[in-house]
């Protein structure tokens, strides 16, 4: 097991809500793709159901149907299993009432060579971060203006 936490990639997780429960799978068959060219491995995928008086439904994939996931239920096996109950708690926090969320966790494969190579060599992460979409675009936008 030592071996196989020494190949582990950066892990990371998003949120994504979907006002209105419009939630359906679509997002399947773009997950599948990064899985099939090997640049993430699914490691938790969890879907949540926010009612307008804030209750709150937990779902594992195997608790729906495929009408209702799409292609999701092809990564089952791999899942990990790694959410805590807190963490569900605070991820219904973050979303609005009258929503469904799909919380994923996966690993980014793509990094492990130099993730392992780096931890071989003595080195440890002391940060990291991620710059959103949307402040590159301003970003580039204002760039733009300036330049004209």
Known sequence: MTEEIDELGPVDWIVVEFPGGKFNGEIAPALGDLVERGIVRVLD?????????GSLEAYELTDLDDSEIGELRSYETELAMLLSEDDVDAVAAAIDPGSTAAVLVWENTWAAPFA????????????????????LLAAIETDEEVGA
């Open 116 to 135: 392992s190579a780096t931890r071989r060599a003595g080195g440890q992460l002391v940060a990291s971060g991620r710059i959103p979409v949307q402040a």
């Open 45 to 53: 995928l969890l879907l949540l159901r926010k009612d307008m008086d």
